[in-house]
């Protein structure tokens, strides 16, 4: 396709199999509840993107993080150290005088976010559908990471779906890709091949509902057999007409059902519940820490719990066969957020 939205304004739903290119949601006919057009003041107001690229491994685990709504922009990065406890983290809203620049291709172009002595940039090569990231703290290199998704072939999910009375939502996400480059940690360099580290990668833009919940759980990494397995489960966004449940087994894709979470809402810490409808899939996930941003009373409300550690339980794939999880590493989350007024 030439462009994600036509000449008549609207968006196509479904699953695509080709890159997209750039989501040019200046051009969508917005309109109301009611059906109302909307114009280019509420079209900027109401647009929303987030871009989360993650590493696991058997010792650290790694989460950047770009969020953009209401024309605000805000960053983070944490680096977690599993056999220490030991986090390092970092987050921060763009400001007047920082650097705020990012795509809306998914597969091309670049984002460079720097603020608070942070600075992230994300850098896409669409000839190889390779990414990369480089994350520095007080001008010292973190993070230096890279995968791709063209050689082995991956089947990257690629899907937009309706959203609320008008609205859409897109997402292009992947997980358990062999992540390569180096990270910096206490004085230390570490290969990420040589650790055994994973990538997970999740764009996500569109016109969500004003007020947005969701639950997701993602894991990447490889199990006891030699597997290379991706999960990513989720509720509350993409599930109308479609779903962006998936597993990911060695680069194949295969569809995951409808998913149920079951935790305490009183200490998201304690063990986590995931199954799904058809029973195929019953995984425990056991916190080891978080990310965690709350403010009950601004203006726009929000309560983000981005945790993370490790999956164990067991998936039945199309095919019949039993993969059993084993300390397989990931993340689990809940959001809620007022995007807009």
Known sequence: MNTFIGPEKNVTFGHFNEPIGPVNYQDFALRNAVRDRLGANEIEKQFVHFHFLGLASQQFIAGCSLSYANQSTTVFFYLFDRKTGEILKRGCRIGENDIGNFSLNPDDGSTHLQGRALDVRFTF???HLKKEIEVSLDDIKVLHMTFQEKT??????????PTGPSGWTYCQKVAGLQ???????NGQRYDLREIGAYAHHDFTAGFLRQDTFWNW????????AGNVLGLNLSNGVNETGFSENVI??????????????????????KPWKISSESGRLNLTFR?????????????LPFDFHQLFGSFEGTLRL????IIRINDIPGFCERQYAVWWK
Do not use: M, V
């Open 287 to 299: 916190s080891e820490g978080q990310y965690a941003a709350q403010n009950k009373s601004c203006p």
């Open 217 to 224: 759980a993602c894991l990447t990494g490889q199990d006891d």
């Open 125 to 127: 090569d669409p000839a």
């Open 179 to 185: 992540a390569e480059g180096e990270l910096f940690h």
């Open 152 to 161: 082995p072939d991956f089947e990257t999910l690629r899907l937009c779906t």
């Open 248 to 269: 990911w087994l060695n680069g194949k894709r295969e569809n995951a059902g409808l998913i149920s979470f079951d935790y305490d809402l009183d200490d998201l810490s």
């Open 318 to 321: 199309e095919s019949g066969d």
